[in-house]
């Protein structure tokens, strides 16, 4: 048997990958209306925050441009997660109903072997508007084009995207230990609807909850002040990068561990 | 010969929760859990030479699946010691993978929206299977079943019968030493179960796999298996060749017949004229336990025409179930 590698994983992955499109595109009124539904849903987002500023014009010393920078950056973000980890959403069910133990057979990573099954493409509809958003704010608000300033914003977009990332592979992991946990992981991804907005707007205990408990500040809060407001980052920006790759491999390890807890129901 | 699979007083608990009745006593497992332990799995050891059939029989719930579970990896033993191949399947899940092939309670593996062909390549290319190899796999199945019609055809189109013979042909695809086979001829009709159970003997030949089979089937053991291994409540019962078995319980034969009048008082009539048999009533039959070493079923039936106006009768054979039913109230050896 020859050695696994990273290019072995690579090249499984866009197999696996490939057979997951072929597989969506073979429903093709499922694959149209959900392209729909999700364009709707970015719209939808939006025209919510459009009207908050059309009566807000700043806050808490936010600007709209500002506020829609943050909007932009938390939506290219949580592309990663939404893309290549949908397939935590199935995990209770698949746990549930006895299907996981299929993909203990395989002589791959497990973790990867499950992940890689399916790849959300309605995830890419979501990166061209965040993209868009992004690129918007970045014009308007002047901001300088620079090679350090570019590599700054796709290390911090790296980074939020680990977070949160890893926020979902933690609340996921929670149905190998407790029966019902969809509510779980339905919370963990309600709270990264307020990823967007700056943690100050905040009361302190919901700064505090979002910065140290359920780290939603970091997916856009605090990457966006290295670009946004250079002069005033505290060290937790520059610390994030860190605190995204620890969290990540943390929760990578507490899903394995989840997954070898598994017993799989009889049949 | 070399033994493939090494089993040595296993033993595999698992601790469940003792549920109260009612919701008061749901809501006293809130707050204090009490839980007690299972034997799943209760000393079990057993050796496997490699090319083996062995079948691996008992009843719902006897331990069968989770010894297989520890077979291949997904279970840890809670003591005792499993070697696969020389290989501790649970440390070394994915190297032990690499060497085993499973189909798994009727839960397809393959991938779902998929022509066959794809999935194949696919697993080729987790398995590291080589062209050689891969194209010499295709050639053998090919000359074994017709797969033609099944390897252009997305699995969730396929009957039952032809998504088990798929899930066999992936199972063997990377030319693993084992091949775990769960329940593969559940639900099937009888054509495609002797298909499916020619297959798998054609491939243990050709390709010297061991394969581990469960089944309720007699049929299935009959076919394919010289070995058969039983347990009962995580217990081993019997661990043998089968002609050992049969010339335990295979002698037994059931002789239902049908007769005018109350049925229990003539059962009671036809006991005493057949002292070597178990004769006992339902309401529509009379059943005659026959054991055919010491008296042959057609001079029961003949000696029961005398007597009796049989209106109509049956035959059968001694089942799984009652073999092992009978292993376990009686014990063998």
């Known amino acids: ?183 779980v992981l339905d919370l963990a991804m309600r709270f990264k609807e307020y990823a967007k907005y700056p943690v100050t707007i905040f009361s302190p205990v919901f700064r505090f909850i979002f910065t140290f408990i359920f780290p939603i500040a970091f997916i856009a809060y605090y990457p966006s002040l290295v670009i946004l407001r250079p002069d005033e980052v505290p060290v937790l920006s520059w610390l994030s990068p860190v605190i995204g790759i620890v969290f990540f491999y943390v929760s990578y390890k507490i899903w394995m561990r989840g997954a070898t807890r598994y017993s799989g129901t009889g049949s | 010969m070399s033994a493939i699979i090494e089993i040595k007083n296993v033993t595999k608990e698992f601790k469940v929760l003792n549920r109260r009745e009612g919701l008061k006593g749901s809501l006293r497992d809130l707050f204090s859990r009490d839980y007690k332990t299972v034997r799943a799995v209760d000393n079990i050891s057993m050796t496997i030479e490699q090319g083996e059939i062995v079948g691996y029989l008992g009843p719902n719930g006897a331990g069968k699946s989770t010894t297989i579970k520890m077979m291949t990896g997904v279970l840890e033993p809670t003591s005792g010691e499993i070697l696969i191949g020389g290989v501790v399947p649970y440390q070394n899940r994915t190297k032990n993978a690499q060497e085993i092939g499973v189909v798994f309670g009727q839960r397809s593996q393959l991938w779902w929206a998929l022509p066959l062909i794809e999935s194949f390549r696919i697993l080729k290319d987790i398995y590291q299977i080589t062209d050689a190899d891969y194209e010499g796999m295709l050639k053998l199945y090919r000359s074994l079943v017709d797969i033609e019609p099944l390897l252009h055809k997305p699995v969730r189109q396929m009957s039952l019968g032809q998504r088990t013979l798929s899930d066999i042909l992936a199972a063997f695809l990377h030319n693993p030493k084992i091949v775990f086979l769960d329940e593969p001829t559940i639900g099937l009709d009888v054509s495609m179960k002797a298909k499916i159970r020619t297959l798998i003997h054609a491939l243990n030949r050709e390709k010297h796999t061991t394969v581990i089979l469960t089944t309720h089937d007699m049929g299935d053991v009959d076919a394919l298996c010289q070995r058969i291994v039983i347990i009962d409540k995580g217990k081993m019962l019997y661990d043998n060749d089968i002609e050992h078995l049969k010339g335990f319980f295979g002698a037994y034969r059931t002789l239902k017949i049908r007769v005018d009048g109350d049925l229990k008082a003539q059962a009671e009539e036809i006991g005493k004229a057949l002292p070597d048999c178990a004769v006992s009533a339902d309401e529509d039959w009379i059943s005659v336990l026959v054991n055919e070493e010491k008296q042959k079923v057609m001079d029961v039936l003949a000696q029961l025409q005398k007597t009796h106006r049989i209106r109509d009768m049956q035959l059968e054979e001694i089942s799984t179930e009652e073999v092992i039913k009978k292993i376990y109230e009686e014990g063998v050896q």
């Not at chain 1, 709209?64 to 290549?84: D, I, K, N």
């Not at chain 1, 493409?121 to 965040?130: D, S, Y």
Request: hydrophobic content about 50%; glycine content about 6%; proline content about 2%.
């Open chain 1, 1 to 183: 048997m020859k050695k696994k590698n990273l290019r072995f994983y690579i090249r499984i992955y866009f197999k696996i990958l490939a057979q997951d499109l072929k597989s969506k595109m073979s429903y093709r009124a499922d694959f149209i209306i959900s392209t729909i539904g999700m364009i709707l849903t970015n719209v939808s987002g939006f025209i919510g925050f459009w009207i908050l500023f059309r009566n807000f014009p700043s806050i808490n010393g936010w600007s709209y441009h500002e506020m829609l920078f943050l909007y932009g950056f938390s939506l290219v973000a949580l592309t990663p997660v939404q893309c290549f980890f949908d397939n935590n959403w199935n995990l209770r069910g698949n746990v549930y109903s006895g299907d996981f133990i299929k993909y203990c057979f395989r002589p791959i990573n497990l973790f990867f072997y499950y992940q890689s099954e399916v790849f959300d493409i309605k995830g890419l509809g979501q990166l061209a508007f965040g993209l868009g958003t992004l690129i918007y704010a970045w014009i308007k608000l002047g901001l300088a084009v620079t090679p350090l300033m570019l590599l700054k914003t796709l290390v911090f977009l790296l980074t939020a995207s680990l977070i949160m990332i890893a926020m979902q592979n933690a609340a996921a992991a929670a149905c190998f230990w407790i029966e019902n946990s969809f509510y």
